[in-house]
């Protein structure tokens, strides 16, 4: 597992904030949701993208079918 996985989404989201912020002389808006299910206890959440592969998806729709 990354930091990244780890963080909240508001941790997550600041930590990409501030990133920019460095370069920048602007007010910067962050926002990390991703996809949160229910049925999947809020997952894939800042990992949506990691659940788009082809063997992922196929378990998320397999548990959503459940």
Do not use: F, H, Y
Not at 10 to 20: D, G, M, R, S, T
Not at 40 to 55: I, Q
Request: overall charge negative; proline content about 3%.
């Amino acid at each position: 597992m990354t930091a990244k996985e780890s963080l909240p989404i508001e941790e997550n989201a600041l930590l990409k904030a501030n990133a920019v912020q460095i370069t920048s002389t602007t007010i910067i808006v962050a926002e990390d949701s991703g996809l949160c299910v229910n049925v999947l206890d809020g997952d894939p959440g800042v990992r949506t993208a990691r659940w788009s592969s082809g063997t992922m998806m196929i378990e998320v729709l397999n548990c959503l079918r459940n």
